[in-house]
């Protein structure tokens, strides 16, 4: 996929004449990077060429996209203090942002030694894998499992999403908005961390036959209130029988926004039937591609599987359904209500 990046004529000028003066190999890269890029290359291409991993040909581009010819140089301090100063743990603490790639090495984790090796070469101080380890818990820095992202560039991701976050400010009992979603629910239960004894490792049995229901979702973005729909399959249906709740009971509304992504069901052609016969009073807007994070009832769906799906012991799936009937209704309004201590309703 080529990304298409077009630069200027004073752009491409400047970054030839970085590369021949700049004498750091990040500043140089990045310069490098761009050309190619702008020259027609694939990003793989780029990777090949340039000598550097594909992930930071997307990260140059993001960051030029955001700084502009800013983002080339390389902006990391060079002074040699002799102990961990401030200035040298906030250095240390700032390279968690980054990947160890983007500094020249193969490894695409950070180690406590690597940290500490790193350190060396910036500023000239030499701190034990332990006193790293100390200063990063000092700072809030823990070592967790990451979670799995697609980012593609996308043209016009920003105009979209301001737009939607002016819809969503300018909301009232006129013009509603809502985030909308949909979640699978299981009969087989999801496996996730919990206490447990030593030596006595938890067993979740399934019912070895699996049932699902599919659950449409959508979250007031001025009230916190969620309305939802549960059918069997996960099809066109399910979301036209949402607008319709939504239509039943906010029926004063003039006007019903609704924020969601591109699943075929939310623009296919039984969708787009239904949303014509309502005369313009649901209105789609479709969020960029890959932004889950803009969706703020994606929030309430991981809430719903931290508390009733994982681990869960129901042997049938009215039960689970009753369940998470009883979180969705005790989780408003989301995310005003702590839902980590919601109890079972009298």
């Known amino acids: 996929m080529t990304i298409g990046l077009r630069l200027t004529r004073g752009q491409r000028r400047r970054m030839k004449r970085l590369l021949q003066k700049t004498r750091s190999r990040i500043e140089a890269l990045r310069a490098r990077i761009l050309l190619l890029l702008h020259g027609g290359h694939e990003p793989s291409q780029v990777a090949v060429l340039a000598g550097c991993a594909r992930a930071t040909v997307y990260r140059t581009v993001y960051r030029f996209e955001d700084l502009g010819e800013d983002a080339l140089l390389d902006q990391r301090a060079h002074r040699a203090p002799k102990k961990a100063t401030p200035d040298v743990e906030g250095k240390l603490v700032g390279y968690i942002d980054s990947s160890p790639q983007d500094f020249g090495w193969q490894r695409t984790t950070w180690t406590l030694e690597l940290l500490a090796a790193q350190l060396v070469q910036d500023t000239g101080v030499r701190l034990s894998p332990s006193h790293v380890r100390n200063l990063l818990q000092a ?3 823990r070592r967790g499992r990451p979670r799995v992202g ?8 920003r105009k979209i999403l301001r737009k939607i976050d002016r819809l969503v400010r300018r909301a009232d009992t ?5 985030y909308v979603d949909e979640a699978d629910i299981d009969l087989n239960p999801r496996i996730g961390t919990t206490y447990m004894r030593r030596g006595k490792q ?4 399934t019912p070895g036959k699996n049932v699902k229901r599919y659950i449409a979702g959508a979250l007031n973005a001025r009230t916190g209130t969620v309305v939802h729909v549960v059918r069997e399959r996960k099809n066109s249906d399910l979301f ?6 939504l239509r039943r009971r906010y029926r004063h509304a003039r006007r019903i926004h609704l924020v969601l992504d591109n699943f075929i069901i939310h623009k296919s052609k039984r969708t787009l039937r239904c949303l014509a ?3 313009g009073r649901v209105v789609l807007h479709f969020l960029p591609p890959y932004s889950p994070q803009s969706n703020l009832i994606e929030r309430l769906w991981k809430q719903l599987h931290d508390h009733v799906t994982r681990n869960h012991t129901h042997r049938a799936i009215e039960p689970l359904m009753e369940a998470v009937d009883e979180f969705i209704e005790g989780a408003q309004p989301f995310p005003g209500t702590k839902v980590s201590m919601l109890a079972h309703a009298a």
Not at 202 to 205: G, T
Not at 240 to 245: D, G, N, S
């Open 202 to 205: 938890l067993v979740v049995l």
């Open 139 to 141: 700072n809030d820095v």
């Open 277 to 279: 016969g309502l005369g």
């Open 174 to 178: 006129e013009d509603e908005v809502f």
């Open 240 to 245: 036209v029988a949402l607008v319709e709740e």
């Open 150 to 157: 697609l980012r593609i560039p996308v043209r016009g991701r």
